[in-house]
């Protein structure tokens, strides 16, 4: 491989890692944003299980 061919070579592999780096930071943000989003869900969750349990009254739940 001549020295063109590995500069060519070089500046291909750092576009695909810039792409890949900006891929990776999309998915960690999502994956971030579904956590927050599954945590407010489960916290909601105890929620109407303890108004579902309140209101069953004594015994019933």
């Given at each position: 491989?001549?020295?063109n061919a590995l500069i060519n070579?070089?500046?291909?592999?750092?576009?695909?890692?810039?792409?890949?780096e900006a891929a990776l930071d999309e998915v960690t943000r999502t994956l971030l944003d579904?956590?927050?989003?599954?945590k407010t869900q489960a916290a909601t969750i105890e929620r109407m299980e303890d108004v579902i349990k309140?209101?069953?009254g004594p015994g019933m739940a």
């Amino acid at each position: 491989m001549d020295n063109n061919a590995l500069i060519n070579r070089i500046e291909t592999l750092e576009n695909q890692l810039m792409h890949l780096e900006a891929a990776l930071d999309e998915v960690t943000r999502t994956l971030l944003d579904q956590e927050s989003r599954l945590k407010t869900q489960a916290a909601t969750i105890e929620r109407m299980e303890d108004v579902i349990k309140s209101l069953a009254g004594p015994g019933m739940a």
